[in-house]
């Protein structure tokens, strides 16, 4: 019997020619990765827990502060000053004011077949690049940091059959929201959702990032995409660009491979959706929202603050303002993204139409730092979540669309496609 693409990288890590679905089965890491949220609870175990510590190896571990960046009390600056204090001790690779965790893995680290654990649930995210990613908590990030190994209990797979291309005005994000709603929060609980086929394809590594990145929402293990030569081309320009060679291991499923359900989405008849609160397989088609005015608009996150994002929000913006009743924030996923930004003159766009731009952040989809959404508020936002009080108050609302639905929103000062955005002016 064949294998896919996740039980082959877990066979790879586990250092055995093949494993099956229910099996347990102890695994060498590639890379741990931990951010804010957690890093100083682990640190902490770690200097009182353990009899005799050490680290397996300090260049496979990765801290990030991106959560509550920069330091908005003296509890939060504790945090960064303890993580920045043991990375530096410790030779850990450590990043401050850079960007989101999984932009910054994704920019620098992930390389195809390896198998990843990161204290942050949308670790999944790195199934762009093919790569097994999967969140974990901070006593389980604490065993694998001191011996370089974890465990894993095989999951089964859902394929996911794309064929087509998306409509001009449908985004990825759009296509992983439909999804979500079609098999449920539950619909994936520890599986791994493999995405692949023509369609998949004809999407960009960027898209296939927004994919993987909300595999979570529907309970996944992690998220996967078949590998191609946009892969292999995205890891070339990142080699120019950082000197890191690009490596990997480029597994794919077996024609035998056996798949615990197959589902078949044609991309040509995605249309444009928000999820609605305060879940996100909720979603409806944005014409079917109805009058919902909104107070505040978000751009940003570890799902959809590339540059792809960005375009599309200035190809809206330009020329317009956004509406005098709305605040629209703006977070490039990382400096990368910011400094391209900067070049290509978006900013000036976000600027001029009354945008406001905030630093590679997690900002309002963490809904901690930034933007925080008041009682009785509503929230459009390209966050990962929805949940009652994410974003702020318990009783405020958060809806969540793409890029195009949200900027569309912040000009019409209501939840409008931007196809309709004219009507609404």
């Known amino acids: ?30 890379y741990l990765m931990s951010n804010d949220g957690t890093t100083h609870l682990t640190i902490d175990m770690y200097n009182t827990k353990l009899k005799h510590p050490r680290i397996a190896d300090p260049k496979k571990l990765v801290f990030i502060v991106d959560h509550n960046i920069p330091a908005e009390n003296p509890k939060t600056a504790a945090v960064h000053k303890k993580m920045r204090e043991f990375a530096a001790a410790n030779g850990i690779d450590f990043y401050e004011g850079k960007g989101v965790c999984h932009q910054i893995m994704y920019e620098r680290y992930v390389e195809p077949g390896q198998f990843i654990m990161g204290a942050d649930s ?60 079609d098999i449920g929060a539950n619909g994936a609980n520890y599986k791994i959702m493999e995405f692949g086929g023509e369609g998949l394809h004809n999407l960009s590594v960027n898209d296939r990032f927004v994919l993987c990145n909300l595999a979570v929402e529907a309970g996944a293990k992690t998220g996967l995409c078949e590998v191609d030569e946009k892969v292999r081309s995205f890891l070339k320009l990142r080699e120019e660009k950082y000197g890191k060679p690009a490596g990997g291991k480029y597994f794919t499923s077996d024609p035998d491979a056996k ?8 991309l040509s008849k995605i249309e444009p959706v928000v999820a609605t609160p305060d879940f996100v397989d909720t979603a409806i088609p944005v014409s079917e929202v109805g009058e919902v005015k ?36 703006i977070a490039p996923a990382s400096q990368e993204v910011y400094l391209q930004a900067l070049e290509e003159g978006l900013v000036d766009i976000f600027l001029k139409s009354g945008a406001m731009m905030m630093n590679p952040n997690c900002s309002v989809c963490w809904g901690s730092c930034q933007g925080v959404i008041g009682e009785g508020e509503t929230l459009i936002s390209t966050g990962t979540r929805n949940f009652k009080g994410r974003a702020g108050h318990k009783d405020s609302k958060v809806y969540l669309g793409s890029a195009a639905t949200v900027t569309a929103s912040a000009i019409a000062g209501c939840i409008v496609s931007a196809g309709g955005i004219h009507s609404k002016l």
């Open 122 to 181: 949308h670790t999944c995210s790195y199934g762009a690049l093919g790569a097994f990613g999967t969140g974990i908590g901070c006593t389980d990030f604490l065993y694998a940091m001191v011996t370089g190994e974890s465990w894993v209990l095989v999951p089964e797979t859902l394929r996911f059959e794309l064929t087509g291309k998306l409509r001009e005005g449908v985004y990825p994000r759009d296509l992983i929201l439909t999804i979500i709603r």
């Open 294 to 329: 909104i107070d505040e608009a978000f751009l940003g996150s570890c799902n959809n603050g590339r540059i792809d994002e960005l375009r599309v929000a200035a190809s809206i913006l330009k020329g317009k303002t956004v509406h005098p009743d709305v605040r629209f924030l």
């Open 259 to 266: 798949f615990l359900k197959t589902y078949t989405y044609d």
């Open 1 to 30: 019997m064949g294998m896919t693409m996740g039980e082959k990288i877990i066979a790879a890590a586990a250092g055995v020619p093949e494993v099956k679905p229910g099996e347990i089965h102890t695994v060498k890491t590639d």
